[in-house]
């Protein structure tokens, strides 16, 4: 199970090398498409169904929306000469990376091994739910009931974000 | 934005219905199967880009605004508001108080306010993501004149 | 143990995009990347061996779960993650029509 998955992420993390090294950007957008779908398989493996449903049904959109965009512009990578502020970048890029990498290390020796640890407040989540909420669905259960606030909260955000969207787009600029 | 060639009109004509009847089944089930609002929500919205892609300008005639969908989209964040007040008053003085009867697990109607949620959001987020996608395409259609 | 790693290397590979890349397409790409590794990684933290899907069945109800909380934490901002990106979308073909290109070096020499 656990080398299962990690078979997968390791296709993941090479989609996203691709991704990010790509030469035309059509490719790196579907290249990128690579590690949202392969998320899907993830959890379908890791028996979360609700979050496979919704990740594939949201990557199709984010794919449509980002190949709409870079059609309608231009295709081609920017390309400088590799001077000196690009080695900075690369160089500040690395040690910040090595930093992460060590606090990870750290961090890691608390956590549970994989499939064995399971949070201290699950047990409220789960022994008896179906009595409190009446959902057979535990997920629908947490999201309505038990969290309804940030249910209500991410409501707000989303049309906080459509806001957005149609402030920046439909405005005309400046003749 | 031109649309596509007739194959492709025909069999979206005759897909997009089944997609948008798939959104419906995955809101209303889902308190009993895997999905609920958010899935069904975009897979509502998924069938009229669908039906956008395929017919292009021809299709976009009829709606040159987006403020349909955007009143969809506040209607729905506030019944949403409107039934969490509702335990407020009737419940146990609580907020999101599931104060209607939960019925028997497993049936289609049980488990109170559930399945109206929801609904709410399902409609909120179909509305939510057609705003953004008819916001793109008319920006698009507008510098393209 | 070796999924939590690899989870941070996808996370690393995401920043050091967000960090060397000129171009705002790849920028956006490499923000949704470090947004997957980490609704992989809370899924993974909620994963209990032999464990069933969360979902009840009334006629046999005892069984291990899944945990559901951080599915449910990561159902909503899958649905933010697609807001933010769309959002960002807007930005980004807004800013090409005012400058004509996507190279943030160049954009930040014009002052437009």
Known sequence: MELTISVIVGFMILGAIYAIHARDILSAVIAGGIVGYSLVICFLLIKAPDLAIVQIVVETITLIIMIAVVLDSSRTEAYGRFDGQAYATAGAALVILLILFWLFRHASASLDHFGEGTLRMSDAYINGAVEKTGSVNLVT????????????GEATVLVTAVLGVLTILRIRGRK | MKGMTIIVKKTTQLIAGMIFLYGIYIILHGHLTPGGGFAGGIIL????????????SDFLILVRKESGSTIYENLGVLVFLFLALTGLLFGG????AN???HGTPGELISAGFLPLYNICVGIEVAA????????????????LK | MIVYWLCFILFLT??????????????????????????LFLALLGYTKGGEAPIVDPADPV?????????AM???????????????MAVIIRIYRKYGTFDIREIKNLRG
């Open chain 2, 99 to 101: 104060w209607l009867p």
């Open chain 3, 74 to 88: 990561v159902l909503t901002a899958i649905v933010i993650g697609l807001a933010t990106t769309a959002m960002l």
């Open chain 3, 63 to 71: 069984r291990t779960y899944v945990d559901p909380l951080p599915q």
């Open chain 3, 14 to 39: 995401g920043l050091y995009g967000v960090i060397t890349r000129r171009n705002l397409i790849k920028i956006a790409i490499s923000l949704s990347i470090m947004e997957f590794s980490c609704f």
């Open chain 2, 45 to 56: 919205a998924g069938s009229f880009i669908l039906l956008i892609l395929a017919y292009g």
């Open chain 2, 128 to 143: 939510s993501i057609l705003s953004i996608f008819l916001a793109l395409i008319i920006f698009k259609e507008e510098i």
């Open chain 1, 141 to 152: 259960g947490v999201i309505f009931d038990f969290r309804g606030y940030d249910t209500l």
């Open chain 2, 93 to 96: 003085r609580i907020f999101f």
